[in-house]
């Protein structure tokens, strides 16, 4: 027995070809499909225009509602979405309906027909009403709260690393903590205006027990080699990152094989080095800044705890407010929950952060600015003149 939730679409949409999920950009759509992650297994959308949506179903913008649609018009709809319903539920099941009664009456009968518990915890809500309900559904004024400190303590972390280190200018050589929580920021021009640029991916390492591996490890295959190549199959974030860029480029010539097995021959990885190229130059533009925290490799590691709770926090951000910055490179990701989330994360974007989360990232960032002012002494020359810079703010951020 699955909950499978229901999300109706919205007609304030991008502008751009996205996952479907990605696509609606209303508050009431996003807080919706918040609310029916939280209460399901799964979730499908239901369009006015294709009836039953994935979440990771590509489709263009359209302009189609069922509120202007003649009464043989929403039966019609409603006879074709029901039929799409037996694809995805299973008697016993039960359906959660984020949506008002104008999508729930003309699918009743088919999840009677289904033997499908129905919840609908919008009901016949007005608009306003379900705005209201959804926040209090989705906990957001916690969740506000919540981001004003974490926002308040990275950018503490910011300025003690002097903006941080471009990732293109990183090296073992610098000094860098053995184990630790990474935060890699887009590029942009965050000097500028005087604050931190948006974080686009959190990350940690040896969260396996028994695990050698370091931050600097983890962090060196992400940026590729020094000479401008690397390994998408050693780095999921370079995976993601050149799939996206496939997409928007819409160029043949890019190789097939990307993504495909965990190894490759010679031929094949000769085949995707202007990929790989190309995703260094792209990651390589990143600033990273990060959080010591040298506790012992595991599943249960505090760096494993503020990863899953940071990526959840800003995820859950991300899907509210929609408001990433158009030329964003993850707008073309295939993937729904990069594509809306604002993050190149997978793993544990949506989760509820734990009430707990602040205290303990307070924590983490005391115990990384006590140590940054001998950290940066040592560091090599060239991350020296990169803080001069930034103190000076001649910086690009």
Known sequence: MARI???ACSKTKSSLKLPAAALYTSPLFRKSLLAAI????????????HGLLGCNDVIEPYDVTLKTMK????IAWGDRTGMQLDSVLRPRDTAVLMCGEEYLAPLRSDFDRLDVAVESPLGSLSLGSRLSSLRDLNGEADLRAMATRF????SQVWVAQSGGRRIEDTNGRQSWPSRGVYFILAPGHG???GRMPRIVRIGTHAVSQGSKTTLWNRLSTHRGTSSGGGSHRSSIFRLHVGRAWTRLAEAESWPASWAQGQSASLDVRQGEELLEQQVSRLIGAMQVVWLDVD???GPQSERAYLERNAIGLLSRLGLLRANVEADWLGHSSSDWRIAASGLWNLNHVFRRPDPDFITRLTAA???TIGRQSSINQVDAEGDKRHQLSFLSGTGDG
């Open 295 to 297: 506790d012992e490799p």
């Open 191 to 193: 000097l500028a205006r």
């Open 151 to 154: 926002f308040r303590l990275m």
């Open 38 to 49: 939280d209460r399901s297994d799964r979730v499908h959308i239901l369009s006015a225009k």
């Open 71 to 74: 009464r043989s018009e929403r």
């Open 5 to 7: 939730g229901f999300v």
């Open 365 to 367: 960032v005391d115990h």
